[in-house]
């Protein structure tokens, strides 16, 4: 079967024109997005097991998302779905064309009818929309790139960037961290940098002891897991160090013994409380800080809000509307079972076009907690069109993932990194 052609006119006003072949869904598909007569071409990733990749359009030149995802690729995916839909192909084809399309979770192929002679399916309607009784279509929104002040910046300000990004899981690949998955950027957010500016590096030691008879059991383990007659080797070196230790007539031989003899029925006590009774000593305990794992860096920043013209005032609302619904818990689409991870951002501090190499950076994060302050003065005032004379916004990020000695580039420290 040749190929179908279709064109479509996004939101956006951007002219997309594809096609596709019906009879075999993972075959190659571009697209060409034309806007103010120029044109680019995006092609469509059908190779990914990643579902946050699959289905969705990359440039040719730098492999870019395309910024009309998800919303206008969705509309894209749905015209291919609707070619298919056309030709009456199988049901088997209308499932792996499905499938392949991951980025839109709303494509469904109708299979009610079985697979008839000639692929022509005699159930209910063929669509690749919501099902009947699939629930409410769960939309997901992008948002606008927002700046507070509505001033433009000069070529050496400083600021805080906010990008808003589309979660991505990381299954079960080992090394998969979120800060390295491909996600989609859905917005974004400069504003000043905040007061109270720092960062707090950590890493989790715990304090350990180990005495010289525990010292030796554990040797004695390790010998018996590297044994190939475990059971066996368990029960000699048992005997052995009990051996041992009625014949060893030193310090460590005499703890030994008083160790077995701690354990005597009606005795109850301890190696060292015996020690310390009978000759006033305890056991060395070796005590050392070891390394125990890596920790994850929270965050605070507090913003201050005040318009200086009623366009402010709208700017300020979409601010805090982006945070609050971002940062919100999705309900999956169907039957609501299951509960979709919120966005999530990635902060950054600039000076002009370039990172700040003064300042640290940040990992990808959740926003754990938003609060906002709509009398930050004491005292309630608003300005002519009901918005309130300032607002103050307070952000709780936490990395998603540790800080590595990898994670600083080796860039002659121009940079303080993480």
Do not use: C
Not at 79 to 106: G, R
Not at 218 to 228: F, G, K, P, Y
């Amino acid at each position: 079967m040749a190929d179908v052609n279709y064109s479509i006119l996004t939101e956006n006003k951007e002219r997309v024109v594809g096609s596709i072949n019906p009879e075999n869904p993972n075959s190659p598909r571009t697209i060409t997005v034309t806007k103010g007569g120029v044109s680019n071409t995006y092609r469509q990733n059908m190779d990914s097991d990643d579902p946050g990749i699959r289905g969705k359009f990359f440039s040719t030149k730098n492999g870019v998302v395309w910024d009309g995802e998800p919303a206008a690729g969705n509309s894209v995916r749905e015209a291919q779905a609707q070619q298919i839909d056309n030709q009456n192909v199988s049901d088997a084809i209308k499932e792996n064309f499905k499938e392949q399309n991951a980025a839109n979770p709303n494509l469904k192929s109708d299979t009610e009818g079985g697979d008839t002679e000639g692929g022509k399916d005699k159930g209910s309607s063929t669509t690749f929309g919501d099902a009947t009784n699939a629930g409410p279509k769960i939309k997901k929104r992008t948002y606008d790139d927002l700046r507070y002040p509505e001033a433009q910046l000069s070529k050496d300000a400083d600021y805080m960037q906010i990008l808003m990004l589309e979660y991505v899981p990381g299954k079960f690949k080992r090394g998969n961290r979120a800060s390295e998955r491909q996600m989609n950027t859905l917005g974004s957010v400069i504003l000043p940098i905040p007061p109270g500016l720092a960062d707090n590096n950590q890493v989790s030691w715990n304090q350990h002891q180990m005495n010289a008879l525990q010292m030796g059991g554990a040797a004695a383990a390790i010998d018996v897991m590297n044994s190939n007659k475990f059971l066996e080797a368990t029960g000699e070196k048992a005997s052995q160090m009990l051996e041992n230790a009625k014949n060893n007539s030193g310090e460590l031989g005499n703890a030994a013994k008083l160790m077995l003899t701690g354990q005597i029925p009606g005795i109850n006590a301890s190696t060292n409380q015996l020690l310390a009774r009978n000759q006033g000593q305890i056991i060395n305990p070796n005590m050392e800080v070891l390394f125990n794992g890596p920790a994850i860096r929270s965050f605070s920043y507090t913003f201050r809000l005040t318009a200086r013209n009623e366009k402010e005032t709208g700017t300020i609302r979409k601010i805090i509307r982006f945070f609050k619904q971002g940062m919100s818990v999705k309900r999956s689409s169907g039957e609501s079972i299951y509960l979709d991870s919120p966005n999530i951002f990635q902060p950054s501090f600039h000076t002009g076009s370039k990172e700040h190499p003064f300042l640290y950076k940040m990992k990808r994060t959740a926003l754990t907690g938003f609060v906002v302050n709509y009398v930050p003065d004491g005292t309630y005032m608003t300005l002519p069109n009901s918005s309130m004379t300032a607002y103050e916004i307070r952000l709780d990020m936490q990395e998603l993932d540790p800080i590595f000695d990898e994670d600083y580039a080796n860039d002659n420290d121009t940079t303080i990194g993480f």
